[in-house]
């Protein structure tokens, strides 16, 4: 069955410090994977995606096919990053199955 | 306004009315989307509409009731609820070719209705 999980609801650092979030998918065929981010009092939106291969306010992710993983990963956090981050698969049908989030706290 | 527009923001309602919610998207999609946030579950997709017709249906009770009147507009006509179907309700649309392949397009999301069901 098609899946993706975020092991941590809460993620904490200090501000300069690396972040990673963690995602993993479980799918048997070519997924493609996205990470949706959600700013206080602001909608859900798109923050990246692997097919685009970029980096967006410092942020990556690089599908990993035999983890079946796709980690967001940044440098140095920002205060500014501190948001609700998902983490999201689809399949070549309609379907999207997003992640259960994880909360990304930046201490300064 | 720009993007998409979701009313009312909020509602409360009784187990035995009808009301509707209302998604409207001014970005020239072609594909519309209604997810279900709650609390304890992931973000969960309910319904898809390309073009008009739905072309995704995640075994959402019979109490849900989407309709696309035409590619800018969609509602979810609700009754009957439960205390269990009290959650954040969000619209989304995309612009995707045909009815396949809708997920890989870059979904832009309304700010959602917060539904309470007394």
């Known amino acids: 069955a098609q899946r993706v999980t975020q092991p941590e609801k809460l993620l904490s650092v200090f501000k300069g410090a690396p972040v990673e979030l963690k995602c993993n998918y479980s799918?048997?065929?070519?997924?493609?994977l996205f990470w949706y981010v959600q700013y206080s009092r602001q909608r859900l939106q798109l923050l990246l995606r692997h097919i685009s291969r970029e980096s967006i306010k410092g942020f990556t992710a690089d599908l990993n096919k035999g983890e079946t993983s796709f980690h967001l990963k940044k440098p140095f956090a920002q205060e500014e990053d501190s948001a609700m981050y998902y983490c999201?698969?689809?399949?070549?049908?309609?379907?999207?199955?997003f992640g259960s989030g994880t909360r990304l706290s930046i201490r300064p | 306004e720009t993007g998409v527009t979701q009313t009312p923001r909020h509602l409360v309602m009784g187990m035995t009315n009808k009301k509707s919610l209302k998604c409207e998207q001014h970005l020239g999609h072609n594909a519309m989307y209604w997810y279900k946030q709650s609390a304890k579950k992931p973000l969960e997709l309910m319904f898809v509409?390309?073009?008009?017709?739905?072309?995704e249906n995640n075994s959402v009770p019979s109490r849900f009731s989407p309709e696309c009147p035409n590619s800018s507009h969609l509602f979810l006509h609700l009754h009957t609820l439960q205390p269990e179907d009290s959650a954040l309700y969000l619209c989304?649309?995309?612009?995707?070719?045909?009815?396949?392949?809708?997920?890989?397009?870059?979904?832009?999301f309304g700010a959602g209705t917060r539904l309470s069901v007394l």
């Open positions: 799918y048997s065929g070519s997924p493609e």
């Open positions: 999201a698969l689809s399949d070549r049908a309609s379907k999207i199955i």
């Open positions: 989304a649309s995309s612009q995707g070719a045909s009815g396949r392949h809708l997920a890989k397009n870059i979904q832009y």
């Open positions: 509409y390309s073009l008009e017709e739905r072309v």
